[in-house]
C-alpha cells in the first residue's frame, strides 16, 4: 500500500516544527532551576510518535528521589514556575502545570527519578519507563499511522468526555501487533470484549478496571489496564474502521470529516438542522469536556421528551464548542395525546379527570387520555424557549451564544 508512505510524510512534524519545540523546550530548561532536578522531554515528543500540527508538549521536572521522596514536589516546581510564567494548576494524583508558549500548551509534571518502576511513589513516576518501551520497539513511524487513522475516525483521546484510545494504548497495540497493518486486521477481528495481556495478570485487576471493552495489560506497570478510559461506542467505531480500511484501503481514511455547518448542512440536506454554539467553563479541558458531553445529552433528552425525535447528532469542541441536532423538516403536528392512569386506579383516574376538566377525557386500551395542543411545534422554537428558561444548562456551560438553523 504506497500511499502509505504519502500519508506518513504528511503527518510527520515538519523541521520547521521539530525546531520551534526544540527552541520553546529549551527556553524553559534555561529559566528553570531547581536544586536536584532536571527537566525533559516526555510524552508523544520523547517517544517521537506526536503528529504534524500537534500543539501540545509534555515535559518531566525529574526530581532525585532521594532528597525529595518526602517532599511536595508539586509545590516546590510550582514556586519556581511562577517566577518565569503565567501557569494554570492541573489537579492529579500530584498536582500538575499548563503554561502556553507561541500557540504551544506545555504540560510540566512533577516526578521522582526513579531506577525501576516498582520503586514509584506515584502513577506518574513511571511515565518515562513508557518512553523507553515505545522507544526501544522503534515503531514510531508504524505508530503515528495508527495514531493518525485513530484520530481520523474520532477515536483518539482517552479523556471522559471521548472516551476513546489514549495515545500510549495505540502505541502499544501497535507494537503488539507488529505495525499498522496487522494492527488493523487484528482490531477487525475483535469480538464484543478483547483481552490483551497475561491472563493471571488479567485477572488479579481490579475490578473498576476491567469495565472497559478492551483489557489491555500495560506492559511497563503490569497491574494496570491501559485501556481502562476507553467506551463501548468508540471501541465499536473504531471496529467498524478498521473493517472498512479493510473493504477500501485509501489515504481519505485518514481525513477527518470537517465539522463546520456547511459539511453538516451537506451531509443532511433536506432535514432540519439545529446548532448551538455553546461558551464552555473555564477549568481543567477533561471536567470542562465531560461537562459540555453533558449539556449535549440533557438539551438532547429534552428534546425526545418534548416529542422531537432526533435523527442525528454531534457535538465538537476545539476552537469553539459546537453542538448540533438533525429532525425531519416536517413541523409537529398542532396537538398530541397525553396519556394518564389506568381506569382500574380509580383515585388516580379521579385525579386525572378533576385535573384535566376542561377537556375531552377519552379511553385508550383502559388508559385515560387527553388531546392536547402542543405549545411548541418547531424544534427551534422549543430550543431557544428552552435555552432561555431551564436553570440546570449553568451548572453544564457558560452559556449558548447562538442558536442558527439550516434547512
Known sequence: ?????????????????????????????????????????????????????????????????????????????????????????????????????????????????????????????????????????????????????????NCYGAESYIGGFSGYAMEILTIHYGGFLKLVKSIANWGEKTYIGDKKLIEKLNISKKLSPLILIDPVDKNRNAAAALSYEKYKKFIDA??????????????????????????????????????????????VGAKILKCFNYVKMNFEKNGFKVLDSNWTWNDRALVYFVFDKKDLSDTKVHYGPPVGKVKSAKDFIRKWKKYDVKEDRDKLYVVIKRKFVRPGDFAKNFIKNDKNLKGYVGGVKRIFEKL
Open 1 to 153: 500500500m504506497d500511499f502509505l508512505k504519502h500519508v506518513l510524510n504528511e503527518i510527520k512534524p515538519t523541521e520547521e516544527e521539530a525546531e520551534k519545540v526544540k527552541e520553546i523546550i529549551g527556553n524553559i530548561k534555561k529559566r528553570l532551576k531547581i536544586k536536584g532536578a532536571v527537566v525533559e522531554l516526555g510524552g508523544s515528543g520523547r517517544k517521537k510518535t506526536w503528529l504534524r500540527g500537534s500543539h501540545d508538549i509534555d515535559l518531566y521536572a525529574k526530581f532525585d528521589f532521594k532528597k525529595y521522596k518526602s517532599k511536595d514536589i508539586s509545590a516546590i516546581l510550582e514556586k519556581e514556575l511562577k517566577k518565569h510564567f503565567k501557569i494554570i494548576n492541573l489537579h492529579g494524583s500530584r498536582d500538575y502545570y499548563q503554561i502556553f508558549i507561541n500557540g504551544y500548551t506545555i504540560e510540566v509534571i512533577p516526578i521522582l527519578k526513579i531506577k525501576k518502576p516498582n520503586e514509584a511513589l506515584n502513577l506518574t513516576d513511571i511515565s518515562p519507563f513508557h518512553c523507553e518501551y515505545v522507544l526501544k520497539h522503534d515503531k514510531s513511524d508504524e505508530i503515528m499511522l495508527a495514531k493518525a487513522f485513530c484520530k481520523a475516525n
Open 242 to 287: 478498521c473493517r472498512e480500511f479493510l473493504k477500501k484501503p485509501g489515504k481519505e481514511l485518514f481525513i477527518g470529516k470537517k465539522f463546520d455547518e456547511k459539511e453538516i448542512a451537506k451531509r443532511f440536506f433536506g432535514k432540519k438542522i439545529l446548532f448551538f454554539e455553546v461558551i464552555p467553563l473555564k477549568g481543567k479541558k477533561d471536567v
